[in-house]
């Protein structure tokens, strides 16, 4: 029988189903008010504490016991729905074996669930269809009361749900159905295609966002896709808006609407371009300020149309599958030029509807008779007067899902079963009998007086007098029952009464298979003929199918296949055979299958009458006409490859043999390659059609004067004329007697489909002339002539020149434009801006006529530049070049601090700091010089200023001494210079060299099997260092591991991992004589083997104690624990007992009296479960026997221990100035003591250092150390039991000696200033 419980697998072996936990952050949930009634057993408890998925589907399991009911549909859960079932919901689910018992309140009657939500009044335009049929009623929910003295199980049969609310949607494509997928908690549901663009489409706009592929599964954070419920942004909200007056743009505005979550809308905005030079702008706008053109993905869509026959501009909105926070107000802006129009519209989004499901509880029920009602029963009582082995039958028919928990209470209360007084002997448990055979069912009673009475589930058996199905027959105290010709229908629950007391069994009646006696065969035959196939079997009526490949036949009033039977004979017919009848057919019974090829070949074709070429005006009918035989055959028309479809346009016509496709008046498009395939045939019929028309310009769709184009000088000049023809006429455009190309550099002429154009990159004054268009083709002549005037405005006036400047003034001159547009020049305007600055200040309003102007009233110390503006009749034109700066000259001070930073055989590295005193005039940059010791021969390094503090002069000889000096340059020109006072030895020096372990690296690096491994370790060093590297003495191999060594670090990388690349890794970096080592640890781990020799070492009442030994392979890391899992012998389904389990030996309690168990044990280390188990080769049988179980006595175990020091100190670098940290850890109990000690001098209450202790790791931080800092550190542990002692060596880098300094070019007084400041530290110390 199977267990009372299961948590792992349902009783088919199907996963149960449960809603996946998401691993994101919690959502804030809405303030919703609500009454709740019991979820129905199929929707999936929500963990509590976590958030929904955005979309869920849900769908029952499938019954088990081969209930025939109607599965209910599956239902969409959005994410406020799951928000408001986690939070009021009392997360119960459907009683049954399987489940544990839900929180003792007993319901009275289910109520439908009300929820209220506050949102602002929106318009609706609504399509309310006919609710769905109600589901039928829920079966009773089993609830548990708090326990009282003595349990008591009420059962309640709630009234039936009312019938879900009706549907609402607003013209939109509903959501595809969910996916019945339990592997996958979010349902990925492909996005319905765009509506099809037509041949004029400009623009559509499609750009996915970053993480919109992803799974599912961010899910409980927000949404990564685009959200509308969002504003402005904070920075944004000061801007001032420039809104242009409003205008009349929008022929068609786009209406508000109401759609369902999950579901797709479309809003559309049509312009007229019939005024208009260029496209208008627009923008989509939720609320006042979020521009949606950033927010476009896979769940909004903005599209672009240009219809150049109607001169229509169409803008589309796509919102596919929408969420609840996309409702809200909308607006669309269009601009252009100077008009603008806006329209305003609001989108609801409406939360789907729930339909409730049918109870999965009713497939697990033995059918009874229906009650009028249900009286309430106690099952306590009922299980205390039952056999062991009816508790199971009684938790099923009662709904008892803590049978387990009953069954512990029913053990402690259990009274001494009495001895039946009217029977000497019982009816066995169970009986089973094979189909059509005979049983007996035997009683002995004590009182042979005793009125006997037989039932058969529950109803009286009455002997009848003509059938001879149910004997009665007496031997002395014996009753027997005899049933002859057993029958499905006779399996079930028999009792017998004698008096007041009872006893019943089970009958099992087994069926025998039905195996096949003549085989089906093979057929062979050609379409439209008749299949019959036959095979008999070895019993009359007895059940079986036909398949075909191996799926089962349909066999409907509206399907192509016949079946027949008669006696042991059964028939598959097909009347009218086609191609798609060819297969393998097969007739399966309980007994064994047969299998027969068919294979159905189709008629030769014959063409009778081929299709013809053709060549057709423009505007006439198309009729093309074939012939083949046989003629019943259907067939397609294509043109071009693509499917033609009928249409009121376009006949298709089929007469027996004769196949026909008419055009009532063809078009351009309908020029092409037709084809005529008949269906299941590999030949077709092809001919060519060509659609001819006369060459046209239309010149009239220009809309300009006297066909004048005028374009100002250098811009970009691009005229489009329509033409028609076909086929496509041939296009010259000529200017006078030139003809201009295609592939012309500046002007050229392109000729499309339907129109052609002739652009001009940057228009010139010889440009302007008449152009004359020719069209040609065979079908006649066309042309047309435009007049193009090309107009500009002056040239830039040349650089102005200031002359003088006063302390608030200057005075400035200029020279003409060279060209002055075609136009006097009508004056100047002068524009002045401070340096720094980027906004100009026009200095006159009124035209300046002369060349000269006085600008005033400027700041004195603030650098100006001015710049020019020519006008004329044209316009203004583009502004001169920026004069040369100009401010009150002030000359900085020299720069300071100048040192050398690094030498190297060829360069030297020098860097100081600006000057004390900048100038009003500021600074430019630094001028960089050197000269060879000994000579005056200044050389410039730097022919271009330098901003930077930091400079290297390069190509300098070796060995050689030079003499550095800097100086600071701005609009006064350049300072004192400042010079090293010291000679610098060009040759490089010598770093010895320095490993930077990672901190992660100190310590083992473990990676699992398969995994990349990629470190990155840090050196130092000069000149370059050679690193090299060995594994546990051995040379690395570079086909297993690559290594690629650079100036600062080296990389070890392994593209995928083995357990044979673990080991430790030795680095080795050399500079010269210098070395320095590292070793690496790397661990590769991976799952470990099973246990070994899982062995049963006793059992006793519903105990077993099981014992093992660890797995022979860890998978190169220590085994943190194992999983065991127990299986009854019947069943042999694996439940686990206890999982992350660390001993290798554990007891099994709470087993069922009378059940025989295997138990199998899973290994696991830090990667995870292993892959196999070992299984228990002996099974263990619980018998129901009194055994005195003598429990042994154990002592405490003493886990007191003195300290010791599981991580020791590590000898450590500081840099002065940072903090620097002393780790160690320690184990002890009782808690130690922790004394740190500074060359064994004990730390107290020093403010340098700060000193933690948490969960046995102790750490000291030295705040800003100074080289006095370094030394031996010790960290003590004391407790009662002992103590223990760690020591490590603090070295502090970052101090300079006096020779040190002097080497590196500081000058005197900067370090007698630093030996001064370092004396002043080290004095508060001692």
């Excluded at 082995?389 to 049978?403: M, P």
């Excluded at 002069?953 to 010291?982: D, F, M």
């Excluded at 006793?1100 to 999983?1123: E, F, M, R, S």
């Excluded at 940290?1221 to 320690?1226: A, E, I, M, W, Y």
């Amino acid at each position: 029988m199977p267990e009372p419980t299961k948590k792992d697998e349902m009783s088919n072996g199907e996963k149960e189903s449960v809603a996946p936990d998401s691993s994101e952050a919690p959502m804030p949930t809405p303030e919703i008010s609500l009454e709740v009634s019991p979820p129905p057993p199929e929707q999936p408890v929500e963990t509590e504490g976590k958030d929904p998925q955005p979309i869920e589907v849900i769908k029952p399991e499938p019954v088990e016991n081969g209930s025939k009911e109607p599965e209910p549909e599956a239902v969409v859960v959005g994410a406020k729905e799951q928000v408001e079932s986690v939070n009021s919901e009392v997360k119960e689910e459907a009683p049954s074996p399987c489940s544990p018992p839900p929180p003792a309140t007993v319901k009275e009657e289910a109520e439908p669930v009300v929820t209220e939500v506050n949102q602002p009044p929106e318009p609706v335009v609504t399509v309310v269809t006919p609710p769905p049929p109600p589901p039928p009623p829920p079966e009773p929910v089993v609830t548990e009361v708090t326990q009282p003295p003595e349990p008591v199980v009420t059962v309640v049969t709630p009234p039936p749900p009312p019938p879900p609310e009706p549907v609402v949607t607003v013209q939109v494509t509903p959501p595809p159905p969910p996916a019945d997928k339990d592997d996958d908690g979010t349902t990925n549901t492909p996005s319905p295609p765009p509506p099809p663009e037509d041949a004029n489409t400009v623009k559509k706009l499609s750009i996915e966002l970053p993480n919109d592929s992803v799974h599912v599964s961010a899910m409980g954070r927000k949404d990564s896709v685009w959200s509308l419920g969002e504003g402005q942004a904070p920075e944004d909200l000061d801007k001032p808006v420039d809104t242009p007056p409003l205008s009349s743009l929008l022929i068609e505005r786009p209406q508000g609407g109401s759609i369902t979550v999950g579901g797709d809308i479309s809003f559309v905005a049509k312009v007229e371009a019939q005024d208009l030079l260029r496209k208008p702008t627009i923008k989509w706008f939720k609320g006042k300020w979020m521009d949606l053109a950033s927010k476009t993905g896979k769940h909004l869509q903005l599209k672009e149309t240009f219809d150049r026959r109607t001169k229509i501009h169409t803008f589309e909105m796509h919102i596919i599958k929408a969420k609840d926070n996309y409702a809200g107000n909308y607006r669309c802006e269009v601009t252009y030029k100077d008009k603008f129009d806006s329209c305003s519209f609001d989108l609801e989004v409406k939360e789907l509807e729930q339909s409730q499901s049918v109870d999965i509880r009713s497939a697990f029920k033995r059918r009874e008779p229906k009650q009028d009602e249900t009286p309430e029963v106690d099952v306590w009582e009922i299980l205390k007067s039952a056999r062991p082995d009816q508790y199971e039958k009684i938790a099923f028919e009662y709904g008892i899902t803590d049978l387990r928990g009953l069954l512990k209470r029913l053990k402690k209360t259990k009274k001494e079963e009495k001895k039946s007084e009217a029977f000497a002997k019982k009816l066995d448990p169970a009986y089973q009998v094979d189909k059509g055979g005979k049983i007996r069912l035997v009683v002995d009673l004590a009182d042979p007086t005793v009125e006997l009475k037989w039932y058969k589930n529950g109803q009286e058996i009455r002997p009848t007098p003509n059938q001879r199905k149910f004997i009665f027959e007496q031997k002395g105290t014996q009753r027997i029952l005899v049933i002859n010709n057993c029958g499905l229908n006779d399996d079930a629950a028999y009792s017998v009464a004698a008096g007041e007391e009872k006893c019943t069994t089970e009958l099992f009646v087994k069926e025998l298979p039905v195996k096949i006696t003549k085989e089906i065969e093979a057929v062979k035959t050609t379409v439209n003929e008749r299949i019959e196939l036959e095979c008999e079997v070895s019993e009359e009526g007895a059940q079986v199918k036909w398949c075909k490949n191996g799926v089962e036949v349909p066999t409907g009033p509206r399907s192509r296949y016949r079946v027949k039977s008669e006696g042991l004979k059964h028939w598959l017919i097909i009347d009218d055979a086609s191609k798609e009848d060819t297969g393998t057919f097969s007739l399966m019974a309980s007994g064994g299958t047969s299998e027969a090829k068919v294979q159905v070949e189709l008629k030769p074709l014959k063409i009778i009458q081929d299709l013809q070429d053709m060549t057709v005006l423009l505007g006439q009918p198309l009729k093309m006409h074939c012939e083949i035989f046989p003629g019943n055959v259907p067939g397609r028309w294509y043109r071009n490859g693509q499917l033609i479809q009928s249409n009121d346009r376009i006949n298709i016509l089929q007469r027996a043999k004769n196949h026909r496709l008419e055009i009532v008046n063809s078009t351009i498009h309908d020029a092409g390659d037709y084809t005529f395939v008949p269906e299941g045939y590999t030949q077709s019929l092809c001919a060519k059609v060509h659609i001819v028309d006369p060459p046209r310009v239309h010149l009239e769709s220009l809309n300009f004067p006297d066909n004048t184009v005028t374009i100002v000088a250098g811009n970009k000049l691009r005229v489009e004329i329509p033409i028609s023809g076909e086929p496509a006429p041939r296009v010259v455009w000529m200017k006078g007697e030139r003809v201009i190309l295609d592939s012309g550099h500046r002007v050229r002429a392109e000729t499309f489909s339907d129109y052609t154009s002739l652009t001009i990159d940057i228009a010139e004054k010889e440009d302007t002339g008449n152009y004359k268009i020719v069209l040609q083709n065979e079908a006649g002549e066309a042309g047309a002539s435009i007049k193009v005037k090309v107009v500009d405005i002056p040239d830039p006036p040349e650089v102005p020149l200031v002359t003088e400047v006063g302390g608030d003034w200057c005075s400035m001159t200029w020279e003409p434009p060279i060209y002055d547009g075609g136009s006097p020049i009508l004056g100047y305007f002068i524009e002045r801006k401070k340096k720094q600055s980027s906004r100009w200040m026009r200095l006159n309003f009124d035209l300046n006529k002369e060349t000269t102007f006085e600008p005033k009233k400027m700041i004195e110390g603030v650098p100006y530049e001015v710049r020019v503006f020519a006008v004329n009749a044209i316009g203004v034109s583009k502004p001169s070049e920026p004069s040369k700066a100009f401010v009150p000259l002030a000359v900085t001070s020299e720069p300071t601090m100048l040192v050398v930073d690094d030498v190297t055989d060829t360069t030297v590295t020098m860097k100081w700091r600006p000057p004390e005193t900048i100038g009003a005039a500021g600074l430019d940059g630094y001028l960089v010089e050197y000269c060879i010791e000994g000579s005056d021969d200044w050389r410039v390094t730097n022919k271009e200023l330098t901003e930077k503090t930091k400079y290297t002069i390069t190509g300098l000889p070796p060995e050689a001494k030079i003499l550095v000096r800097v100086r600071a340059i701005n609009a006064a020109g350049a300072s004192t210079p400042r010079t090293l006072q010291h000679s610098i030895l060009v040759k490089e020096v010598i770093e010895p060299p320095k490993i930077r372990i990672p901190r992660h690296l100190k310590q083992t690096y473990t990676r699992k099997v398969g995994e990349a491994v990629n470190l990155v370790i840090p050196f130092m060093g000069k000149p370059r260092p050679k690193v090299s590297w060995l594994k546990e003495g051995q040379t690395v191999d570079p086909t297993q591991v690559t290594i690629r060594n650079t100036d600062c670090d080296s990389i070890i990388f392994i593209r995928k991992a083995e357990r044979k690349h673990s080991g430790k890794y030795d680095m080795k970096v050399e500079v010269e004589n210098h070395v320095d080592t590292a070793i690496i640890d790397i661990q590769i781990v991976d799952l470990p083997g099973p246990p070994q020799c899982v062995k049963i070492d006793e059992v006793w009442g519903g105990n077993v104690a099981l014992d093992w030994t660890p797995p022979k392979d860890n998978g190169n890391a220590a085994i943190t624990g194992y999983t065991i899992q127990k299986a009854d012998k019947k069943t042999m389904e694996w439940y686990t007992c206890i999982e992350h389990y660390h001993r290798t030996c554990i007891t099994i309690t709470e087993l069922v009296v009378g059940n025989e168990y295997f138990f199998r044990i899973y290994s696991e280390n830090m990667v995870g479960l292993s892959e196999g188990a070992t299984q228990t080769k002996d099974s263990a049988l619980i018998v129901k026997e009194g055994m005195q179980l003598k429990n042994p006595e154990y002592i405490d175990h003493d886990f007191k221990e003195p300290p010791k020091f599981t991580q020791p100190l590590i000898n450590t670098f500081a840099i002065a100035g940072y903090n620097a940290t002393l780790n160690c850890s320690v184990r002890a109990n009782p808690r130690p003591k922790v004394i740190w000690m500074k060359n064994k001098i004990a730390i107290i209450d020093d403010p340098r250092y700060r000193m933690f202790s948490n969960q046995g790791v102790c750490t000291l931080e030295i705040r800003k150390p100074s080289p006095y800092d370094g030394g031996m550190y010790s960290c003590k542990a004391i407790n009662d039991l002992g103590d223990a002692l760690v020591e490590c060596k603090l070295e502090v880098k970052g101090g300079f000696t006096f020779s040190e300094l002097m080497q590196r070019g500081v000058p005197l007084h900067l370090i007698d200033k630093y030996m001064s400041e370092t004396k002043v530290v080290e004095q508060p110390e001692k």
